[in-house]
């Protein structure tokens, strides 16, 4: 089933195209990931689908649904989540917090009942405070479960990102390259909790330069440059595509 | 957070003892006045501590709940209860109107936006002297209900302390209610609020109008407290002393705002001896307080005592 459709999905930035005319599919319960030298348009590219930025022109369907143009907080409504490349975490929440806001459309939002402290409200809150500290358990932050999240590591809070996003229970997750800035230890260990995303049926779109990462994990990859898609496929088709490795290594002359 | 149901407690038992020390009216109505300013920042700590929006106006809804009391139960005969009512939702209604534009504004432009409002308020107030007196203001009856008249400094004394622990309490259980998280989390990143689903304009206007309608209400009843209105009340100095006291106590804290209103409301009298240069004193002691305790006076000592620990 094709969960997610784009189609000649463009972005201009006064006269720069950043994104030009990119189409892609991606299925239900695999793990797509988007790759391309820095500046071809990756982050420009998830920007659009997650509601950041609007396109200039092109659709995006979401099971055939148009969402194209929506602001975040109506695609999360209708099961996206995301991660992010420059880290955006409330400093003034906790960490628990921060992956409680994560499952904010789960939860009863009235002001009023809020403030008078219904039974009902504070019930659900107790439990989804104690599915927030099993989703940090689980991307291996059981360390932070007190922390503000304002006194964590830099490592620490790309994987708190995660578990708020994944809080939100999402149909489809885009992890904007979850490993950027961190060392090979801990590389490999969100390249472990990525894998067990994709084990647990989740539909992931991946952007990420740790290109072990992308070829061990991911079912389809698609190559952009210069905002255009240079490529799509599978691991093997796009390492050994002679256009992709001229784009990364030069071409030779 | 955990410590604050001992602090309300503390409070509490501040509130309940006071009477016994304070020597005579003159005290009472200072100690009403720091009540009354502290439920007012409370409600103005949700918009500009919490949710990390600002309003130079808010003195304009408390002035407008304060002469909807006045002018309604006076010129047209309503209960208090009724005019209260109107007022509040008056004032609510205001700033509905007023918070999907204004809340696409930011910063310096928000500040603008709000100060505006609340200037024409005042303005409105000062100049339609047919029905609130103009500048001289007018007179109101005082608050009676089911029967029951609240009279004397005393009685009005024992109905602000509650009303101040109840807000406090309501305050608190807003802030750690899924509405309040989604506040605070729009302040900390509104980026990663919106992509969690959190409708970040509609939550800006939301509190907005409840910090108008919280302020409101509290015009009213202070006009029945002090039994005379005068435009003064929704004032732009007002509005700015309203921000001060949430700064100096503590953006984000509860009983900063509190503190933050105790001690604005209680300096200039306290300054009064030094005779013409108490605007002076008032304004270097809010900047040193500013230099050297910039999170505001309840968060820094908090801090401080934490780490002793």
Redesign the interface.
């Known amino acids: 089933m094709v969960l997610l459709e784009v189609s000649g999905l463009s972005k201009a930035f006064s006269g720069v195209m950043a994104v030009q005319d990119v189409s892609f599919r991606v299925e239900a319960g695999l793990v797509y990931s988007v790759i391309g030298p820095n500046g071809a348009g990756k982050t420009t590219l998830f920007n659009l689908i997650t509601g950041i930025y609007q396109p200039s022109s092109g659709e995006i369907r979401l099971e055939g649904e148009q969402i194209t143009g929506l602001p975040p907080h109506r695609l999360a409504q209708k099961g996206l989540a995301r991660t992010f490349q420059n880290l955006q975490v409330c400093m003034n929440l906790s960490a628990l917090e921060n992956v409680m806001l994560g499952a904010h459309l789960s939860l009863d939002r009235n002001l009023l009942k809020g403030m008078l402290s219904f039974p009902r409200i504070r019930r659900a809150d107790r439990a989804l405070r104690e599915q927030a500290a099993e989703l940090m358990r689980f991307v291996g932050l059981k360390d932070y479960l007190g922390s503000p999240a304002g006194a964590m590591p830099y490592g620490a809070l790309k994987r708190l990102e995660i578990a708020r996003a994944l809080a939100a229970k999402p149909r489809l997750l885009f992890l904007d390259e979850p490993a950027a800035g961190l060392n090979p230890k801990e590389t490999a260990q969100i390249d472990a909790l990525v894998r067990q995303l994709a084990d647990r049926e989740l539909t992931v779109v991946l952007v990420e330069h740790d290109m072990k990462m992308v070829m061990n994990i991911s079912d389809r990859i698609l190559v952009l440059n210069y905002g255009k898609k240079l490529v799509e496929g599978s691991a093997r088709e796009v390492r050994n595509d002679p256009e992709v490795i001229a784009a990364y290594l030069g071409r030779a002359a | 957070m955990r410590r604050a149901p001992i602090a309300l407690l503390a409070l509490g038992v501040v509130l309940a003892a006071l009477p016994l020390v304070l020597p005579n009216s003159y005290y009472y109505d200072i100690v009403i006045r720091m009540v009354i300013n502290a439920i007012v920042a409370l409600g103005l700590n949700l918009l500009i501590g919490f949710a990390g929006q600002i309003s130079l106006g808010h003195a304009g809804f408390f002035g407008i709940g304060a002469y909807a009391t006045a002018i309604l139960t006076a010129h047209l005969g309503w209960h208090p209860l009724q005019a209260l009512v109107a007022g509040a939702v008056g004032a609510a209604a205001l700033a509905a109107i007023l918070a999907r534009p204004i809340f696409r504004l930011r910063g310096h432009y928000l500040a603008m936006a709000t100060l505006g409002l609340g200037i024409l308020i005042a303005m409105v107030l000062k100049n339609e002297a047919a029905y609130t007196g103009g500048p001289d203001g007018m007179a109101v009856g005082p608050l009676s209900v089911f029967g029951y008249q609240i009279d004397g400094e005393k009685q009005w004394y024992w109905f602000f302390a509650a009303t101040l622990l109840v807000s406090i309490w309501?305050?608190r259980?807003?802030i750690?209610?899924?509405?309040?998280?989604?506040l605070?989390?729009l302040?900390?990143?509104e980026?990663?609020?919106?992509?969690?689903?959190?409708?970040?304009v509609r939550y800006k206007a939301?509190?907005f109008v409840?910090s108008a309608f919280f302020a409101s209400v509290m015009g009213s009843l202070t006009a029945h407290y002090v039994g005379f209105v005068t435009p003064n009340l929704a004032d732009f100095f007002y509005s700015i002393e309203l921000v001060t006291m949430v700064v100096v106590g503590g953006m984000?804290s509860i009983f900063g705002s509190v503190v933050g209103a105790a001690l604005l409301t209680a300096l200039p009298q306290a300054l009064a001896t030094l005779e013409g240069w108490e605007t002076v004193a008032f304004g270097l002691i809010l900047m040193l307080f500013m230099v050297f305790l910039p999170a505001g006076l309840v968060p820094t000592l908090a801090a401080r005592f934490t780490r002793r620990q």
């Open positions: 309501a305050c259980n807003l750690d209610s899924p509405f309040g998280r989604a605070r989390a302040h900390g990143c980026v990663a609020a919106q992509m969690a689903g959190v409708d970040v939301i509190i409840f984000a």
